[in-house]
């Protein structure tokens, strides 16, 4: 092949077999080295998404913990609002339910950061002043900052943080968003958590919480409200079989205590309806041996053990 003349007037080589090869042969090592590249930055990405996601699995259960040491009532309450919000997931459209999931079992955190009288009396569900109820509310505050230290969190903190707020506007924060405005995990919890407030008793039923919450209605998404009841609304009646009466040293993982609870004080301990997890059934052991408990008490109990879910949802985190 000759050589090409250009516009320019210059003489350019001509491009021969070996020319050809040689940068074919110089763009597949380019390659080669960026795919190389690629693969290590995403080694070292998959890495350090495990490593995090390592360190949320152990800040969420290092809380869960203290939720659960510190108010048990508490904790059980939560448990409880958990399990309701991963039944109404598999129903609705939701972007990250692993959000939802944490929000359900941390939104009480704040409750920890109360005085040990108002916290057992929000456990039970009795009679709050207008500064009680208040101060309630705003534990949301000091839950959503606790939980905003952990990486990845900002939209759990987010949920906590509005689940108090009405849809109508009313509740905690006074302002900011309402409606649909809201984060729609918060318009979730706020059907679930004043549920199983209304729930919490020994005489209360589910049906008697909803038709509670029903008398103020505004302050729930409406389609959410519907979604709940639909799912979660239970004619409860007391179980005919598997109904024991137990010293409290022999409670396993997996019974229902069909009765609240109480210390010599009357504080509320577990409320009726608390399934017993690991942590729990020791609480209860540890209790008996160190304080008056009754000599018995009455649980639902099934053929065996049920071991409790896990504090994280299954799915992926990010």
Not at 143 to 171: C, E
Not at 243 to 255: E, H, K, L, T, Y
Request: net charge neutral.
């Amino acid at each position: 092949m000759g050589a090409v003349q250009l516009e320019s007037g210059v003489v350019a080589a001509p491009v021969t077999i070996n020319m050809a090869l040689a940068r074919l042969k110089h763009e597949q090592a380019a390659r080669k080295v960026a795919e190389q590249f690629a693969e290590t930055k995403n080694r070292e990405l998959s890495v350090a998404l495990k490593a995090q996601e390592q360190l949320l699995r152990g800040g969420v259960k290092l809380m869960t913990d203290i939720l659960a040491t510190a108010r048990p009532e508490v904790f059980q309450k939560a448990a409880k609002v958990q399990r309701w919000a991963r039944q109404m997931a598999k129903h609705m459209t939701i972007e990250k339910g692993w959000e939802l999931d944490l929000a359900a079992l941390l939104y009480p955190m704040g409750v920890i950061s109360l005085p040990d009288d108002l916290a057992a009396k929000y456990a039970a569900d009795m009679p709050l002043s207008e500064e009680e109820a208040l101060r309630i509310e705003e534990s949301a505050l000091v839950a959503s900052r606790l939980i905003a230290n952990m990486p990845r969190m900002d939209g759990v903190a987010r949920t906590v943080f509005y689940a108090r707020k009405g849809f109508d506007g009313s509740g905690w924060p006074k302002d900011g968003p309402s409606g649909v405005e809201l984060p729609q995990s918060a318009r979730i919890l706020k059907v679930l958590i004043d549920l199983a407030d209304a729930a919490t008793g020994e005489s209360r039923t589910r049906e008697d919480a909803f038709i509670k919450l029903a008398r103020n209605k505004a302050r729930y998404d409406p389609d959410i409200f519907v979604v709940a009841r639909t799912l979660l609304l239970v004619i409860e009646t007391p179980p005919a079989e598997g109904v024991s009466s137990i010293r409290p040293v022999m409670a396993r993982p997996g019974d229902i205590l069909l009765n609240d609870l109480t210390d010599q004080e009357g504080r509320l301990l577990l409320s009726a309806g608390t399934k017993l997890t690991e942590l729990s059934a020791n609480r209860l052991l540890s209790l008996a041996r160190t304080s008056s408990l009754p000599e018995f008490i009455r649980v639902s109990r099934s053929g065996k053990a049920v071991v409790a879910p896990e504090d994280l949802p299954n799915e992926e985190l990010f």
